[in-house]
């Protein structure tokens, strides 16, 4: 190889022995190896293709402007929210608290995920690269910082779900009381134990230099990185899905099913209990006092739309959560192509479905509890507002939504 054509520094050369033949026979070397590696296949060839992963990269492409409308309108109904739960009316009930903390967990997931979308899909142009060391530590923190609260929000979803099981099976029973005087640290005990859950997390991923060979500068680009093959990177993925996801779901599913019989069998009841489209038949039987005398209390028929919002709230978790864990689950199964072909697809896809869950209580609240309604106009619309309803609805001291 002629001198011009590769410039290099005589003494050092000189001082580490080497001369002009033995660069180029490493050279020669190093092209060598690289050509062997590219002719062999790759084994993870023909993994997970097929035209539903040409329609998720098809929607990675518009998934910053969808996901940045979802943040900015679920942080500001989080808000609302936690501006009615809030309420003395409202704050009596601990399910509320319950409900309070949750939407204060989902809030600060969308307002740290608002940088995240704008500057990596929205700034940034599709391909483009940002290996600054600042945006690295800060992929980092997006990482910890949203795994962290999103184990919060599955703990205090479980802990809603057991909550009203108790109440609606034992409402008298010792686990009930026992609950209710336990109930700041029911809350309390998801904020404590999902750092520890994610602990193997801060291990497995780190900030990682490498550099730029291409050029005379040797610029350095950083990146997060880790390991495919340690034991620590499965480790962490079999604890993410299991624990963190799939046993969660597991716990909402028969709490679900629980509930939704409780609410069929109170329809049942209801349906026994009142017959009043048919007069004729109870005009024999009872006079018109007894007959309305059967219908059933109103606090039951509140109870029941409480147990319908939080089946409405669990379907939906697990409609979100459960796609998650099993992709980790398979992650963690089938390792390395896996989670390097299949996986990134998904990415955005369960990104959407977290924010959607984490924006849509709001809505679920306002379309199925009176009370939340009636607190929400009370708040907002003062002037408008009679007081009469509001002061029947601060005598209820139910656990109803």
């Known amino acids: 190889m002629p001198q011009s ?55 990675n492409g518009i998934h910053g402007y969808v996901s940045l ?4 309108f679920g942080t500001i109904a989080n808000i609302l929210n936690i501006m009615v739960l809030t309420r003395k009316e409202m704050a009596k009930a601990p399910i509320n608290n319950i409900l309070k903390w949750l939407a204060v967990a989902d809030m600060f997931v969308m307002l740290e995920y608002i940088p995240y979308t704008t500057y990596q899909y929205i700034y940034m142009r599709p391909g483009e690269k940002d290996l600054s060391y600042s945006w690295a530590v800060y992929l980092l923190i997006h990482m910890h910082f949203t795994q962290i609260l999103h184990t919060i929000s599955i703990g205090l979803t479980v802990t809603l779900a057991v909550w009203r099981y108790v109440a609606i099976r034992h409402p008298n029973g010792n686990c009930a009381n026992f609950l209710l005087a336990h109930s700041r640290e029911a809350i309390l005990f998801p904020f404590i134990i999902s750092p520890i859950l994610c602990l193997p997390t801060y291990f497995v991923f780190k900030v990682r230099e490498t550099l730029e060979v291409d050029t005379r500068e040797h610029e350095a680009m950083y990146h997060v990185y880790f390991d495919t093959d340690s034991i620590l990177f499965r480790f962490n993925f079999w604890i993410h899905s299991v624990i963190i ?50 219908r059933p209390p109103r606090c039951d028929r509140r109870n029941d739309r409480t147990t319908l919002l939080l089946v409405a709230v669990l379907i939906l978790f697990l409609v979100t959560e459960f796609p998650q864990g099993l992709l980790g689950l398979l992650s963690g199964m089938l390792e390395k192509c896996f989670f390097a072909h299949c996986y990134p697809p998904f990415g955005e896809l369960m990104d959407l479905l977290a924010l959607i869950n984490a924006a849509v209580g709001f809505v679920l609240y306002g379309l199925m509890s009176k009370q939340f309604r009636t607190t929400f106009r009370s708040l907002f619309f003062k002037r408008h507002f009679g007081s009469s309803e509001m002061t029947r609805l601060t005598r209820v001291t139910t656990t109803c939504v």
């Open 5 to 59: 054509q590769l410039p290099l520094n005589e003494t050092l050369l000189k001082d580490l022995e080497l001369t002009s033949s033995d660069i180029q026979d490493f050279v020669k070397l190093l092209f060598d190896f690289q050509k062997k590696n590219q002719s062999q296949p790759d084994e993870c060839q023909g993994y997970c293709q097929g035209d539903i992963y040409k329609w998720l990269r098809a929607y």
């Open 69 to 72: 409308l979802i943040c900015i």
């Open 245 to 294: 996801k799939l046993i969660p779901c597991f716990i909402l599913t028969v709490i679900s099913l629980v509930l939704m019989h409780v609410l069929c069998e109170a329809s049942r009841r209801r349906l026994k209990l009142k017959d009043y489209d048919n007069p004729t038949k109870y005009a024999i039987q009872l006079n018109l006092n007894e007959t309305k005398s059967r």
